[in-house]
């Protein structure tokens, strides 16, 4: 069973990269959002993107930051608007005089080209403007613009006035908003002589003119590759140098990069980000492009630019802000990082960056090919033999000696938890008993009792005469199964595994390290006994370290499927950094809908066990949704006297409020508690009953209680979940309680498989295609042949 737990409950660890830390310590950042980031392809303005920048600009500011926004996209966005007020006047003909994609971007540019590109900006502005302070209010901030020329940085008195707008506008918690006031340069052109020449040069240049302590570039890729990263085996640098040493000897690893193709949009590429992050971690006197004195530029190195540090990375990334500057998340570092040479702290990243042992890929990839290598020894085997090895297993763990050591490292992990004033909740999630370990072993003895899911014939066609065509069971591959605080899932994933004929990867939750440990070790133990040696431990693999997972969730050569049981965060984390498929689910948020035709009686059963069996479980019950007629029949005061009775804390959606059928509203009507609180609501019949299911609930498990059986199958027929229940407890949505002996999570996605999941979601299929002598294409083509397609299962 897959637990919800609150992002509060976990216990939070540091960050092992010590250059990457710094940067969460910055008190002023810069953060420049590129055009591609901004926009669509089409000009529109991607509100996805900028509504999650402002989200986590407003995070920062909350935890004391001080932040710079620097905006691109104006020109692009009013290059749309322009167009479409073009269209509304009917000037079909000036549209079509009109300068197409690209205006205004190349030197020398001038005329109508030149106009209509500033034109485009002004109109662009205004409407960018708008969308960001809808935006910022959205979180209670606030935004104001700032439109600059290269004059404002040449003037000393401008550039001192305007540092020190700048500096009161961070004082008072208004976020600046700064872009290159096009409708002014109209973007007529720039030489190495030029302050900047775009807006990536421009947030260099305002972070050192702001002393801000790092500067963020957001651009459409992951960061500096060493090639076009749309090319094969293309390599995001995590660390990148160019500096002039003190005896004016150049270092960087620039001779490393391929810069491909910019983007369309806008006006810089990878190389200006490249150009303009060493600008503003250097603050060379000349370009580092033009032939300049190396001493000179040594000694202006010497200087120091007030910024330490600056990373590329991906806007794309909806968490990127506030996973580089806001507090470690336990994900993977983003994009590539620049450090100012002159820093103690680019000493820290060179020694981290070139540290002989710093290669968890190596580690990672040896043990995700080692679970591959023994899975296939796995299915070597016969049936009978990997029944022994699940037989093995089950009996292991209530072995008395083993008994009696999982209960003292699991009590070890108890001691810590209480130490480190662990949640309660997960707590319970974390202690072990004989009778766990009786259930467990209990659960794989069923499993051990199935049919051999493998090698089952799925579907069988005769495809011409003697020609035969069948579609069979087989394992997925590799598995990286991450879970939280249960130690009781390791067991349960692993037989799941065997069964299947899978390799497995596992990752299990600090907290339960002593216990993980030594459950891993019995089962390796009890593989390799009952094998007689033909099946290593390593089929089963237990991963001990964050860096380990970084790098796993990067091995989709050689890992077939990502399995996350745990809360919300640990879900979309791991969802938003891989490219392995990924089965499970981020939230748990189950309704209970309460009929006019309800017995009261069963009513009561299903709400209280739904909801206190196990709250913190993702099939407990989070809303009861009540018919507005069992208002008046006397149902719905029972079923909230015997929730409070069972001390649970209903809070109430607006119309349970209106009727005054609770004292505490709903902090919103989308929630997963995990605790002994849940949603109560009203509504008219299953119509809106379903309507509100299908907009606040997860696809989880919903159920009905009702003596109208026309109306539970219309319910179980129409709500869209995993599980759907009529009369039945949505705690019953489980893989043991299906009979599947255990599962490895629930899934409410939609392809390979959904709801609780046991051994059939751990397997793919195959075709096997057999000639009774030997078939050619072309013989059929020619019509020598002919196909019958008959279908035989």
Known sequence: MSNASNASNAVRVSDPSPSRSLLRTSSRVVVKCGTSVITQPNGHPSLTRIGAICEQISELVAQGRQVVLVSSGAVGYGRKLMRNQALLAGSVRDQMMSPGDGVGNSPGKSGRAAEYSAACAAAGQFGLMNIYSTMFEQVD??????????????????????????????????????????????????????????????????????????????????????????????????????????????????????????????????????????????????PLSSSGDLASLAASNAASSPVQACVVASGDDLSCIRSVFGPYDGSAPRGTLFVNPTSPHFEVAKAEFAAPNKAPDADAREKASSAKAEARKLLSLDYDARRGILNAIADALVDEANVAEILEENAKDLDDAAKSSVDAALVRRLKLSLDKLKTLSSGIAQIASCDDP???????????????????????????????????SLPQIAALSIASGNGLLLKGGKEAAYSNKCLHRIIGDAIESASGGEVGRDLIGLVQSRNEIASLLGLDDCIDLVIPRGGNALVS???????????????????????????????????????????????????????????????????????????????????????????????????????????VEVVSGLQQAADHIHKYGSGHTESIVTENKELAEKFL????????????????????????????????????????????????????????????????????KKYTHVVKR
């Open 141 to 286: 901030m606030k935004a104001s613009q700032l439109l600059l020329t290269q004059a404002d940085f040449q003037s000393p008195s401008r550039l001192s006035n305007l540092q020190s707008c700048v500096d009161q506008l961070l004082a008072m918690g208004v976020i600046p908003i700064i872009n290159e006031n096009d409708a002014v340069s109209a973007n007529q052109g720039y030489t190495n002589e030029s302050m900047f020449s775009d807006n990536d040069s421009l947030a260099s240049l305002c972070a050192r003119s702001f002393k801000a302590d790092a500067l963020l570039l957001l651009t459409d890729v992951e960061g500096v590759y060493d090639r076009p990263p749309s090319e094969p085996n293309a390599k995001l640098l995590p660390f990148y140098f160019d500096f002039v040493d003190e005896a004016g000897i150049r270092r960087n690893n620039s001779r490393e990069i391929l810069i491909g193709e910019k983007s369309a949009q806008g006006r810089g590429g990878m190389q200006s980000k490249i150009d303009a992050a060493v600008a503003s971690v250097t603050a060379p006197i000349v």
């Open 717 to 784: 027929k129409s709500v869209d979940a995993a599980c759907v229940f009529h009369n039945a407890s949505n705690r019953f949505a489980d893989g043991f309680r299906f009979g599947m002996g255990a599962e490895v999570g629930i899934s409410t996605g939609r392809i390979h498989a959904r709801g609780p999941c046991g051994v059939e979601s751990l397997l793919t299929v195959k075709w096997v295609l057999r000639s009774a002598g030997c078939d050619t294409v072309g013989e059929f083509g020619r019509g020598e």
């Open 573 to 679: 984390h791991i969802k938003a950094n891989t490219k392995i498929p990924v089965l499970g689910h981020a939230d748990g948020v189950c309704h209970c809908f309460v009929d006019a035709a309800a017995d009261v009686d069963k009513a009561l059963k299903v709400v209280v066990d739904g909801k206190t069996d196990y709250p913190a479980a993702c099939n407990a019950i989070e809303t009861v949704l009540l018919h507005e007629d069992t208002l008046l029949n006397g149902v719905a005061a029972q079923i909230l006297q015997g929730l409070r009775k069972a001390g649970v804390k209903c809070m109430g959606g607006p119309r349970a409020m209106t009727e005054g059928l609770c004292d505490v509203p709903a902090e919103k009507l989308k929630i997963e508690y995990g605790d002994l609180r849940c949603t």
């Open 454 to 488: 493998l090698g089952v014939v799925k579907k069988e066609l005769e495809v011409a005469d003697g020609l035969e065509l069948t579609q069979l069971t087989v394992p997925i591959g590799v598995l990286l199964v991450i879970f939280e605080s249960r130690p009781d």
